[in-house]
């Protein structure tokens, strides 16, 4: 038997390190040519018009309010199920946040989920409604978009599980991230997500005045006049030191030549899992994959019904690790968080409790053997005593 299964790893190869050692060898480290070609490659994959490396995903997420110019008396919809940055990127705008439930068999904000986050903010300005394609699986991106539109809203795509990932919308298949129906999509290359550059991130945009604005935002908010003397910079705006070193963008470029493998990697092992767990429905199932949405997944994640199997989460995770398996919960509602509840109160989001209480995320990255979906199935049989 291998060794320890973490939830999700980095796959990191010769050339990837080749990629860095040549960028340490170069004449930039921070912001030389490599960050332009990471973006331009990246654009290019995803299909959208513009991109922007940043230094990692939050700062992404932040980028984006600045940019669409979210502030104070603003409210940005964000579902509960989430990593706490959906959620506080418009809280470092001064924008306070309303939860959307999500579906508890996928997780997903789902447009009931967000008629009804509509209706709680009320009379308040909504300017943006943050879906997360939660593990890799794509949310209902024109439903959701319309009704954004009709509230005078937004979407920003908080997109770093579905990296690879497409949802079939209207007869078209659109990667994640190409913006077809929001005005932003943000991306992470933290070590446990599709790409790894340690800390990173991209913003892609179709919108040329939003990508502009972005990426001045990134450094210090400095722009050059035109036909200014060269030493000439002006900061009509503040911003931030979100930029993301070159040496990164090497390792990034290195990784995004490999996306399609990794992808279908991803998906081999997800079906291999799903095969596998069939058996032992109802009591595990797989988190469910909307109709539209064709996932390369980030996360393995299972809903298991602990009371039936008469055990708790606790126990089970604990179990897993003795045989070697490590699992993770994705994740903690963020209306639970003690800041958003000492801001806001306790929301009342029974899908998001619903979903917390059952899910249990198991290893899925594409450096897993061939058996070891089997491996990670067994033992949670065993587990469970099926
Ligand atoms: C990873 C992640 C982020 C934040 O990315 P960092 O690069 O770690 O800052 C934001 N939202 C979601 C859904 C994520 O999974």
Redesign the pocket.
């Known amino acids: 038997m291998s060794g320890f299964l973490p939830y999700g790893r980095q796959t990191i190869e010769d050339d990837d390190i080749a990629a860095v050692a040549q960028a340490l060898r170069a004449d930039f480290l921070t912001t030389g040519p490599t960050v332009e070609a990471f973006e331009t490659a990246f654009k290019q994959k995803v299909g959208a018009q513009h991109a922007i490396a940043v230094s990692?995903?939050?700062?992404?997420?932040h980028l984006a309010m600045m940019a669409l110019g979210v502030g104070e008396g603003d409210v940005c919809i964000v579902p509960s199920v989430?990593?706490?940055?959906?959620a506080n990127c418009a809280r470092y705008v001064g924008a306070e946040v309303v939860f959307a439930d999500v579906d508890p068999d996928s997780g997903l904000m789902t447009p009931a989920a967000l008629a009804d986050a509509l209706a709680r903010a009320g009379e308040r300005r909504v300017r943006a409604v943050l879906p997360?394609?939660?593990r890799g699986d794509v949310c209902d991106l024109p439903a959701l978009k319309a009704m954004a539109s009709a509230a005078g809203a937004v979407l920003v795509e908080?997109?770093?599980?579905a990296l690879g990932s497409a949802g079939a919308f209207g007869n078209e298949a659109h990667p994640v991230g190409d913006c077809a129906y929001s005005s932003f999509a943000?991306f992470?290359?933290?070590p446990?997500?599709t790409l790894a550059t340690g800390?990173?991130?991209m913003l892609t945009t179709n919108d040329a005045a939003l990508a502009a604005k972005a990426r001045s935002l990134r450094g210090h908010g400095m722009v050059r006049p035109a036909g200014a003397e060269p030493w000439v910079y002006e900061m009509p705006e503040l911003g931030f030191n979100y930029r993301i070193p070159d040496v990164l963008c090497a390792l990034g470029i290195s990784q995004l030549a490999k996306l399609d493998r990794f992808v279908e990697r991803r998906r081999a092992l997800t079906a291999r899992y799903q095969a596998l767990l069939e058996p032992m429905s109802p009591l595990v199932r797989l988190a469910a994959s909307p109709s539209w949405s064709d996932p390369a997944l980030?996360l393995l994640t299972v809903l298991i019904d602990f009371e039936a199997a008469m055990t708790t989460r606790a126990a089970v995770v604990e179990s897993l690790k003795a045989q070697g398996i490590g699992t993770q919960v994705?994740?903690i509602p963020v209306h639970r968080q003690p800041y958003y509840v000492n801001r806001y109160g306790l929301a009342d989001l029974p899908g998001a409790d619903a979903w917390y209480g059952r899910c249990l995320t198991l290893p899925l990255y594409p450096g897993m053997d061939d058996g070891d979906p089997e491996r990670v199935v067994e033992a949670l049989a065993r587990t469970l005593g099926l």
Not at 82 to 86: D, E, G, K, Q
């Open positions: 990692n995903g939050t700062a992404t997420l989430t990593f706490l940055a959906t997360v394609h939660l908080d997109a770093p599980h943000s992470s290359f933290h446990v997500k800390e990173g991130g980030h994705h994740y």
